[in-house]
């Protein structure tokens, strides 16, 4: 897709994939996979994915919600072809590598110790609990022993199946009548993105919410409500 922004010499480029809790039926593999890809790829480390991007004076943006997952980055028009290298280079030839998957592990162990102290998250875990059902992908929640269970190969797998053609959108926005963006749209129709034979149909789960229709969730030694 092509979003005109006439006269303008920033470009914006998203990447979306059908790539998260929704598909996974998890609220750690989508993100732990999403943030895995910018650690580290067959030509490039992390940090020289980070140096090449800043040398660029790219912006690099990545989200993971309950829907999908995106992958932006915004840089001035001159740099558009070199910066869109890097990030395809990293988003379709990752490497996984273990010793950035427990550094990741551990940051989000150590979140979580922080986040579930917060009545407000305790309020939106029973929130989304008590609408959708604990079997929804939208009412999953995780504990703390849950994040020790990711491994390399799990990240592998989601990935090899949901980072595919059939679940990304390519959203440009920038100047249509450029001549960059028009040798952009044609550098990636060469380089197709992977497709799978094996990639699920898309699934309706049903929502089995709580019939009660109050809830009060008490918090020990808590300050304040949410």
Known sequence: YLLPLQDQEIVKIDFLFDAS????????????????????????????????????????????????????????????VEVVKVVYDFLFFPTFPEDKLATHILKRQEQYKIDIERVEVLSQKHFRQAIFGKEHPYGLTYELDDFAKITR??????????????????????????????????????????????????????????????????KENAVQAS
Do not use: W
Request: charged share 20%; glycine share 4%; with cysteine.
């Open 21 to 80: 809790d929704y598909q996974a039926l998890s609220n750690l593999i989508p993100l732990s996979t999403l943030v895995m890809l910018q650690e580290g790829s067959i030509s490039l480390n992390a940090e020289q994915i980070a140096e090449k991007l800043d040398f660029l004076g790219a912006y690099l943006f990545c989200n993971s919600t309950q829907d999908n997952v995106t992958i932006s980055v915004c840089c001035i028009e001159k740099h558009l």
């Open 153 to 218: 190969q799990d990240l592998v797998d989601f990935y090899q199946k949901f980072y595919v053609a059939q679940s990304c959108k390519i959203i440009i926005c920038g100047n249509p009548k450029s001549e960059r963006i028009k040798n952009l749209i044609s550098i990636l129709k060469e380089n197709t993105i992977p497709s799978s034979e094996n990639y699920p149909k898309p699934t309706i789960y049903p929502i089995v919410g709580n019939t009660q229709l109050r809830h009060r969730i008490e």
